[in-house]
């Protein structure tokens, strides 16, 4: 059997609006443990963009910019790169590579996001293997 992102995904995703401000999107992100977060752009087209920790760091901390004055959707990324259940977790260890991103969202084929995966999720996953493979009592 291989390993399917379905069974390595958190399945808690939150949602921010796009005119929120990135300091509402810190202290929500802060308080739900989260380092992304998915903004709805369009409820009717099932349209995305994220927004990580890194992109916090590298355009706005970095550049100096003022979280509360600074909307999320001036430094979301879109369109969003997103996985299947189904695929396995080396696909998707291997799209986030190539891509250089380290948050996934998962969507399901009627394109509802059903959960997020992250290259943090990816140690458990390698720890997972170094015991031999699949070894589910670590999670």
């Avoid at 202290?27 to 752009?41: A, E, G, H, L």
Wanted: proline share 4%; aromatic share 4%.
């Amino acid at each position: 059997m291989q390993d399917l992102v379905k069974d390595w995904m958190i399945d808690l995703v939150v949602y921010i609006d796009p005119d929120s401000t990135v300091l509402d999107a810190l202290s929500r992100m802060r308080r739900r443990y989260v380092n992304s977060m998915i903004i709805k752009i369009d409820d009717d087209e099932k349209e995305y963009g994220i927004i990580t920790s890194t992109d916090i760091c590298d355009k706005i901390v970095a550049q100096g910019q003022n979280p509360a004055k600074t909307k999320i959707r001036d430094i979301m990324t879109t369109p969003l790169i997103s996985v299947s259940p189904d695929q396995t977790i080396f696909e998707c260890a291997k799209l986030m590579n190539e891509k250089k991103i380290h948050h996934l969202p998962v969507v399901n084929a009627e394109g509802s996001i059903v959960g997020m995966i992250s290259a943090t999720d990816f140690l458990v996953v390698a720890e997972a293997l170094g015991h031999g493979g699949g070894d589910r009592l670590l999670r």
